[in-house]
């Protein structure tokens, strides 16, 4: 079975511009969250989405949006760039219900550069 | 206070020890714990989760867990050179949908 998948692998962008990520859920696995991992320090969540719905967001600003579609797959956007959104952006889905936890399961991730 | 600490290491150990790594976290109400590998460059990989106070085994992992210390581990046996990676310990609470994850231990096998 595919695991996660996430998409672009790497990406270069200038500061103000505005980046798209997009991420397939392991199939069978209806939530979806972004997390973002900047160098030397764990994985900091951004979003949870759930049946296509907003379930959690973390501390980050409304720049940062995101959205699940009807398939489960999920886009992360990310408006007008600073240097301090470069990091390794990571999708993880889960078999979460909502009586289950869940364990989180990760993409290969979406490196972002910002110059 | 971080919500979820950990040694960043380095912890060097020798080739077929035992590598001992800790974690501890702050909110009481935690319910979920994670141990995840990150090697350099790549993603987290899930090792194990654990629920319940006590151990859990699989393979060369062990977890092991005490809520009323807010204090989870992880022993690796017979360490590899190919565990080296950092390891990250995660929590979640009731109630949420946030994985808190703690800043890692950097581990090292020496062959």
Excluded at chain 2, 64 to 88: C, E, G, H
Aim: proline residues 4%; charged residues 20%; positive net charge.
């Amino acid at each position: 079975d595919a695991g996660v998948t996430q998409s672009p692998t790497h990406l270069i962008k200038t500061r103000g511009q505005h980046v798209t990520l997009r991420c397939s859920p392991i199939s069978g696995h209806k939530s979806v969250s972004w997390y973002q991992q900047v160098l030397g320090q764990g994985p900091q969540f951004i979003f949870q989405y759930y049946e296509k719905e907003e379930r959690g967001r973390g501390n980050f600003p409304d720049r940062f949006s995101a959205r699940q579609f009807p398939n489960y797959s999920s886009e992360l956007n990310v408006n007008a760039l600073l240097l301090g959104d470069s990091a390794l952006y990571l999708c993880a889905s889960s078999y979460f219900t909502a009586g289950n936890t869940g364990e989180l399961f990760f993409g290969e991730g979406s490196r972002l550069t910002v110059l | 206070q971080k919500e979820v600490e950990q040694n960043s290491g380095p912890l060097s150990v020798p080739e077929g020890a035992i590598a001992s790594l800790n974690c501890t976290y702050s909110d009481r109400v935690s319910q979920s714990f994670f141990w995840y590998r990150q090697y350099s460059g790549k993603s987290p990989e899930l090792i194990m989760s654990i629920y319940s106070n006590g151990d859990k085994e699989d393979g060369r992992f062990t977890a092991q867990l005490n809520k009323a210390s807010q204090y989870v581990s992880l022993l690796i046996r017979d360490s590899q050179p190919s565990d080296s990676a950092t390891y990250l310990c995660a929590v979640k609470s009731s109630g949420t949908y946030k994985y808190i994850f703690g800043t890692g231990t950097r581990l090292k096998v020496l062959a």
